[in-house]
């Protein structure tokens, strides 16, 4: 089906079921929808306890009318009630483990029935009311934000979870471009949900779009038919871009690049808080190159503009000083020049930051790891996960306000070979190893004997080596690095360090 139908065929669904809506709330008792909120759960029984598909819908429109109607102390009981209350039938569940005396068809079926959440089927059913997806998208939202550390509302959380995998499976989103003919009201939501870096107003959205070297792409789902659930940023050159300034400033070009070898994918932004946990990334971009490469056979490189959202906050913890604590005097000094005030602006200043600043995100990168063996960067395991490798890191790439904030301006660059992404998906999720250019490598520079503190984990001595002596080396403690490097190969014995 052309995405272009999708409109209209939704548009026809959705006032079909308000019609039929409307209707069935004629033969509901009129006590079930009373003006205010405070009937949610009465409704919520109703809805659950199962009746005709007329009346469902109408209860299931009311209830999602109700819930917005309610503070957040009012969500939270929502919520608790669909928790504590509909929870399996424990006698009938008791009566189904029977299946492990005596396993078969029928047990089983009867096995699954009974210990499937009620609250699934709850929420199934009021999916049924016109625009209820994005209700419950939104009602997730909501749970994420007042849930946390809850384990009552965890179970209910759980179940959306559950569901929203199987509602928003990658064969039900329709990918589009977006450019500057697209309707005023999603350009108006790409312009809100940019979350890397932010658009400043229409003519730096016209920037990103209009330009022949520029692309946009987004992922929606037939049910929201306005709202983009991700979206893609790119920019088409000969060379991988090693700074964002330029990507985000560079007027529009009145010929298209010619024969361009690049794709740079410089922003890359989840809309949907209510979908955070679904995971449409690894899909989108595997998408956006085969659409890219069928129309530009010349494209050979693929690449990412990323940002390290958490650099500057592990340089600044426990894990990050001890680090830092292992640099020569000198080096100690030209990295603390970071905390200075428009340091960046200073040519001397910036001289003397560069190599300290490189080592230690190369430490932070291919070293400092979560207690599952992971890196640590949310960013570096979305793209290692999907079989990208860590291929350069960029001083001063990103010196916006929020890039020097997050990251002292570095960005990197994750290269998708598309010879080795299935290598390097494997090596990652069976090992957790890290690909990673010689280039990147080499900023692990091995030094004299010092101390090195993994992330989380106890110090470890590194043993007494030869110091670096060429041009531009750093003395960095990176034995200790190197040595969680090569662990990363072992990973599989189920013996790695926490880090």
């Not at 990103?208 to 987004?218: M, V």
């Not at 595997?286 to 693929?302: N, Y």
């Not at 984990?457 to 490097?485: M, N, T, W």
Request: aromatic residues 8%.
């Amino acid at each position: 089906m052309s995405p272009s139908l999708y409109p209209v065929n939704v548009s026809f669904l959705q006032e079909l079921m308000a019609t039929v809506a409307e209707q069935g709330r004629a033969l509901l008792p009129k006590a079930l929808f009373a003006a205010n909120g405070e009937d949610i759960v009465a409704l919520a029984k109703a809805l659950a306890s199962g009746r005709g598909e007329a009346s469902g819908v109408a209860i299931a429109r009311q209830i999602l009318a109700c819930y917005q109607q309610l503070d957040t102390a009012g969500k939270r009981a929502f919520f608790e009630f669909l928790g504590r209350e509909m929870q399996p039938d424990a006698e009938a569940a008791a009566e189904a483990a029977a299946y492990a005396e005596t396993p078969g068809p029928d047990t089983l079926s009867r096995l699954q029935h009974a210990v499937e959440s009620p609250r699934q089927e709850f929420f199934r059913r009021l999916n049924l009311a016109p625009g209820a997806t994005q209700g419950i998208v939104a009602m997730r939202r909501d749970l994420l934000e007042i849930g946390e550390g809850d384990p009552v509302l965890a179970l209910v959380d759980g179940d959306l979870k559950h569901l929203f995998h199987s509602w928003f499976n990658r064969g039900f989103l329709v990918l589009r471009r977006i450019d500057w003919q697209t309707p005023a009201a999603i350009l108006e939501k790409i312009i809100a949900y940019e979350a890397v870096h932010a658009i400043e107003s229409w003519d730096d959205l016209r920037r990103r779009l209009d330009p022949k070297d520029r692309r946009c792409f987004a992922f929606f789902h037939p049910s929201l038919i306005d709202e983009p659930l991700i979206f893609v940023e790119v920019a088409l050159t000969h060379e991988i871009s090693d700074a964002v300034q330029p990507l985000l400033t560079a007027p529009p070009k009145d010929e298209a690049i010619e024969a361009p070898t690049t794709a740079v994918f410089y922003s890359i932004s989840n809309c949907q808080d209510g979908l955070k946990g679904i995971s449409f990334g690894h899909f989108l971009i595997k998408q956006v190159v085969e659409d890219l490469v069928r129309e530009l056979p010349t494209l050979k490189t693929f690449v990412t503009l990323s940002p390290v959202p958490g650099f500057a906050q592990w340089l600044a913890g426990a894990d990050g000083r001890a680090v830092v604590a292992s640099l020569s005097e000198e080096e100690r000094n030209a990295a603390g020049l970071v905390k200075r005030a428009r340091w960046h602006t200073k040519e001397r200043a910036t001289q003397a930051v560069r190599d300290p600043l490189l080592a230690l995100a190369a430490h932070y990168f291919l070293a400092a790891k979560r207690r599952d063996g992971k890196p640590l960067d949310a960013v570096a395991r979305f793209h290692l996960g999907n079989g990208a490798r860590l291929e350069r890191i960029n001083f001063l790439a990103d010196v916006s306000d929020k890039g020097l904030a997050q990251a002292h301006g570095v960005m990197v660059n994750y290269r998708y070979d598309l010879k080795e992404i299935e290598k390097n998906h494997e090596a990652y999720a069976n090992q957790k190893a890290v690909a990673a250019s010689r280039a990147v490598r080499s900023l692990l520079k091995t030094a004299d004997a010092v101390a090195a503190k993994p992330a989380g984990g106890a110090e470890a001595k590194a043993p007494s080596v030869p110091a670096s002596s060429g041009k531009g080396a750093v003395s960095i403690a990176s034995r200790a690095a190197l040595l969680a490097i090569e662990a990363t190969g072992r990973a599989g014995s189920g013996k790695r360090r926490d880090g």
